[in-house]
C-alpha cells in the first residue's frame, strides 16, 4: 500500500504561481512512477503530468505544458507539481496518483490516490 497526501493548493490571481505536494508513505516510494490529474466543477477528472519512478521521464498534457513542471525528490518521497503562469481554467481540486514504475496518462491505471487539494485562480 502506499499513502498520498497533496498539499499546496490555495487561492491565487491568474498570472501567479503555485507548487503542489504529494507525499508519500508505505511501500518503496522510488518503485512507483506518480501521476497529477484535476478535476474542475461539472467535469470528467483529467491528466495533468506524470513522471515515471526516476523522474528522468515526464509528460506533460498539452494544456500546461510549458507551464507546469513535475519533479520527484525520492529522498523525500515526495513529489512536486510546479504551476506557473496559472489560467483560471486551472481553477480544480489536483489529485496525485501512483503506479508501479511506469507512468501513464490514463487514470485508471493508478492504483492509488490522494485526497485532493483545491486550486483556484481568479481572473
Known amino acids: 500500500q502506499v499513502q498520498l497526501v497533496e498539499s499546496g493548493g490555495g487561492l491565487v490571481q491568474a498570472g501567479e504561481s503555485l507548487r503542489l505536494s504529494c507525499a508519500a508513505s508505505?511501500?518503496?516510494?522510488?518503485?512507483?512512477?506518480v501521476g497529477w490529474f484535476r478535476q474542475a466543477p461539472g467535469k470528467e477528472r483529467e491528466f495533468v503530468a506524470a513522471?515515471?519512478?526516476?523522474?528522468?521521464?515526464?509528460h506533460y498534457a498539452a494544456s500546461v505544458k510549458g507551464r507546469f513542471t513535475i519533479s520527484r525528490d525520492n529522498a523525500k518521497n515526495t513529489v512536486y507539481l510546479q504551476m506557473n503562469s496559472l489560467k483560471p481554467e486551472d481553477t480544480a481540486v489536483y489529485y496525485c496518483?501512483?503506479?508501479?514504475?511506469?507512468?501513464?496518462?490514463?487514470?485508471?491505471?493508478?492504483?492509488?490516490w490522494g485526497q485532493g487539494t483545491q486550486v483556484t485562480v481568479s481572473s
Open positions: 508505505g511501500r518503496t516510494f522510488s518503485d512507483y512512477a
Open positions: 496518483a501512483g503506479r508501479l514504475i511506469y507512468m501513464s496518462t490514463l487514470e485508471s491505471q493508478y492504483n492509488y
Open positions: 513522471a515515471g519512478w526516476s523522474g528522468a521521464n515526464t
